[in-house]
C-alpha cells in the first residue's frame, strides 16, 4: 500500500549525485586514514589527526544532510533559496579542514623520511606517501567538484527563487509546450481554475481551462504560430472568457508569452481573474449612467464650468429648455457670450466667489436674461468642485426657475390681502377647519358674533362644540357625515352659546377639500347670525296659528248655521210641494207657490253665503 517513490526532478538530480559522491570520498578518505594510522609507529599524530578528521567527517555529514534534504526534496520553497549558499560554506568548511589533515600527514611523512636519512624507505613510509597522495587527490577532487557544485547551485537557488516567485504570483502561470499539454501550474492557478497541479500537469490546456467554443481557434492560432511564427495574441494583454473546473465561465485577463528553451518551444500564460474588475466596472458604469440620467431629467437647470476659465462644460436637458440655447451651443463658451454684461459679471463675481471661498454659495434670487422666455427670476446654488489635491477643478451650479413660485407667492399675497379685506366687511363670522393639522381658526367677527374679543375664544375646534347646543349636536354630526361621504351642501342651522350665557340662532355655510384618498383634509365656511330671523318666523307661526283658529271657528259657525237653517227650510219646501200636489182652491194654490217660492230664495241666499265664507 506504500506509494512508490517519486522521480527526482531536473533540480534535485544534480544535489543528489553530489551527495553520494560526498558520500563516497568521506569513506576513501576514512579508510587510507586508518591504513596510515596502523603502519606508522608515530602514535602521537594519531590523536589530533583523529580529531580533526572527526570534524572532517562531520563537516561532510552536514554538507551531506543538507544536499540529501534538497534532493529528496524535503527542503521548504523559501529554505530552498539558501540551500546553495549552506552548502558552499559545508564544502569550505569541509576542504580547510582536509587541508589540516593533509598538512599533518605530510609534516609526518617529512619527519619519518628524514628518519631514514638515505635509507631505504620503510613500508610505514611508503604507506603513508601512498596514503598522503591518495587524500591529496580527493582534496583535489573536492576542490574541482566544490567549484563544479557551486555553479550549479548557483542555477538551483536562481531556479528556486524563479520557482517561489511563480508561486507567490497573484496571478494565475501556466505554462503549456507546444503539443498544449500543462508543464507549469502555480498555486493561483490552482485557486482561480479549481485545479490541483497533479491534476492539471500533462493535460491538454484547452481542456482545462478554454471553453468549449474556443478551443478550435486556440488549436488553429497554436498551429499556426508554430509553422509560419504568425500570431495575433502573443505578448499582448487580452480580455476573454476562461472556464473553471465546475464549468463556470468568467472572464479573465490574459498575457501569452513564448519562450524557447533547448530547441523546444513553450508557451507561458499570466492570467488574472477579473470577475470582480469587472462587477466594478459595470457597477461604476450603472451608477454613472444613472447619476447621468438623474441630472438629465431634473426639473432644474444643471450646468458645470471648468475653475480655470469659466466655461461651460456640462448642461443637462432643462438647461437647454430654460436659457433656449442647445447644448452644443453653450459648451466651450462662458456667460458673456449669451448674457447681457451686467449679468454676466455678476454671475462670474458669484463663480468667483465659490471658488475662493471653497464651500457652497447660495444665491435667493438672480435674475436671468433668456432666449425665448424674457427674464427668468432663478435660484442658484454653487459649488466648488475640487481635485484630489483640495484645488478646485469645477464649479457646479443647480438653478430653478421661481419666476412663477415668485408670482403664485405675489398672487397669494393679493388675494390674503383681498380675503382680510372681505372678511373685516363682512357681518358673517367666518372659519376654517384643518383636519389634517387638527387646526381651528375663527375669524374676529365670528368670536363678536358670541360676543367674545380676540384672545377670548381660543382657535380649537373643541371650543365650537363646547358652545354648541346640546341638542343641535346629533343634527350638525349628520349634516357633517353627509358632507363628507356623500358631498352632500352643508346648509344648516344651529344654536350656539354666547358669552352672557344665552343661546343665539346661527346659519352655518361650509365647503370641504378631500385628499387623493378620497378623506376629508379641510373644511372652510361662515355663520350669520339669524336670531331675529329666527324670531319673526316663531311670531309668524304664531299668528298663523291663531288665524287658523279663527277659521275653525267661523267654519264650525257656519256649518251649524247651514245645518240649523237648511233644516226647517226643507220640511217648509216639502211641505208646499205636497199641498201643491192636493186639490186646492185658487187662493190657497196661489198662497202656497208664494210660501214655496220665498223658500227657494231664502235656501239660495243660504248657499251664496255660505259660499262666500268659503
Known sequence: STDPPKPLSQTQLPLANHAKSIKLTRRAITHNLDIF??????????????????NTEEALDRLQAILSSGAAGMVPTERGKTIA????????ATVQLFDAVVAAIDETVRARIAMTHRQMLSVEAVSGVVTFCVIILLVAFLRIDRQR???????????????????????????????????????????????????ALGKPLTELIIPERYREAHAKGLQRFLSTGQAKILRQRIEITALRKNGEEFPVELTVIPVQVGGQMFFSSFIRDITEQKEAKNKLQESTSFIE????????????KDAKDLRFVRFNKAGEQLLGYSRSELLGKN?????????????????????????????PEEPLQTKSKGIRILHTKKIPICGSGGTPQYLLGISEDITEHKQAIKALKTSEERFQLAVRGSTDGIWDWNMAANEAYFSPRYKELLGYGEHEFPNTISTFWSHLHPEDRPWVTTAMTAHFERRYPYDIEYRMRTKSGEYRWFRARGQAMWNEMGEPARMAGSITDITKNKEAETALIRNQLEVRKASQAKSDFLANMSHEMRTPLNAVVGITDFL????????QLALVQRCAKASDGLLRMIEDLLLAAK
Open 293 to 304: 440620467s438623474v441630472l438629465e431629467h431634473l426639473p432644474n437647470m444643471v450646468f458645470v
Open 149 to 199: 557544485m557551486q555553479a550549479e547551485l548557483e542555477i538551483t537557488a536562481q531556479e528556486n527563487r524563479l520557482q517561489a516567485i511563480i508561486d507567490g504570483a497573484l496571478d494565475a502561470v501556466v505554462t503549456m509546450d507546444h503539443r498544449s499539454l500543462v508543464v507549469e501550474w502555480n498555486p493561483q492557478a490552482d485557486i482561480i481554475f479549481g485545479f490541483s497541479r497533479m491534476e
Open 580 to 587: 201643491a200636489q192636493t186639490p186646492l182652491s185658487t187662493e
Open 85 to 92: 549558499k549552506d552548502a558552499t560554506e559545508a564544502i569550505g
Open 335 to 363: 456667460d458673456h457670450d449669451f448674457f447681457p454684461k451686467e449679468e454676466a459679471e455678476f454671475f462670474i463675481a458669484k463663480d468667483r466667489e465659490t471658488l475662493s471661498g471653497g464651500s457652497l454659495v447660495d444665491i
Open 37 to 54: 594510522f596502523g603502519n606508522t609507529s608515530n602514535k602521537s599524530l594519531q590523536p589530533p589527526l583523529k580529531a580533526k578528521m572527526k
